[in-house]
T-cell receptor, first 111, second 112 residues
Framework: KQEVTQIPAALSVPEGENLVLNCSFT??????LQWFRQDPGKGLTSLLL?????REQTSGRLNASLDKSSGRSTLYIAASQPGDSATYLC??????????FGAGTILRVKS | DVKVTQSSRYLVKRTGEKVFLECVQD?????MFWYRQDPGLGLRLIYF???????EKGDIPEGYSVSREKKERFSLILESASTNQTSMYLC???????????FGPGTRLTVL
């Protein structure tokens, strides 16, 4: 069964800290991987999309990496801010344009 | 910017009612999706559509049906709502397999 796991489930850091969120998946034959942000009670906002042929993608303070051989992706957030507090979701497209989601990491950045 | 809108943010229905959740996207996307999100279970795919009048079951289609009569609109139908269908429902769309999925704001449905 194709599964996506995110560690840690929750994370609390002081403002300004650099942090890493982890995502692992069971099948290395992926099509692409997306990182999303979700604020409480809201929909999902796409942060980064990494195609299977890519190793990383960057957007502002965010950098996502992909290592298919080990079944892992990381989301790096530089110089965290209180506004970064949200749930971060990793989703893998194993093919057929259907995403399998991890359970998410709840991030709290304290001012 | 891509915009995906959902007809209601909050909805309260009675057990046994027929419920329609509407989703509209404005980017001429081929593909549209319905997910539900529950604490501890995450997001799960209910149905998706890759073209007008075309649909495919996701992981949890039981108790739901869908309709896509126009490219921009994808409806989720609960034929006879039950309390276990109380959930957050999220619609998404994309242009193709290699593309980002764009999500709507969600509809929080409560079935009493």
């Amino acid at each position: 069964k194709q599964e996506v796991t995110q560690i840690p489930a929750a994370l609390s850091v002081p403002e300004g800290e650099n942090l890493v969120l982890n995502c692992s998946f069971t099948d290395s034959a992926i099509y692409n991987l997306q990182w999303f942000r979700q604020d409480p009670g809201k929909g999902l906002t796409s942060l980064l999309l990494i195609q299977s042929s890519q190793r990383e993608q960057t957007s502002g303070r965010l950098n996502a990496s992909l290592d298919k051989s080990s079944g892992r992706s990381t989301l790096y957030i530089a110089a965290s801010q209180p506004g970064d507090s949200a749930t971060y979701l990793c989703a893998v497209n194993f093919g057929g344009n259907k995403l399998v989601f991890g359970a998410g990491t709840i991030l709290r950045v304290k001012s | 910017d891509v915009k995906v809108t959902q007809s209601s943010r909050y909805l309260v229905k009675r057990t046994g009612e027929k419920v329609f959740l509407e989703c509209v996207q404005d980017m001429d996307h081929e593909n549209m999706f319905w997910y539900r999100q529950d604490p501890g279970l995450g997001l799960r795919l209910i149905y998706f559509s890759y073209d007008v009048k075309m649909k495919e079951k996701g992981d949890i289609p039981e108790g739901y049906s869908v309709s896509r009569e126009k490219k921009e609109r994808f409806s989720l139908i609960l034929e006879s709502a039950s309390t276990n269908q109380t959930s957050m429902y999220l619609c998404a769309s994309n242009a193709g397999d290699a593309d980002t999925q764009y999500f709507g704001p969600g509809t929080r449905l409560t079935v009493l």
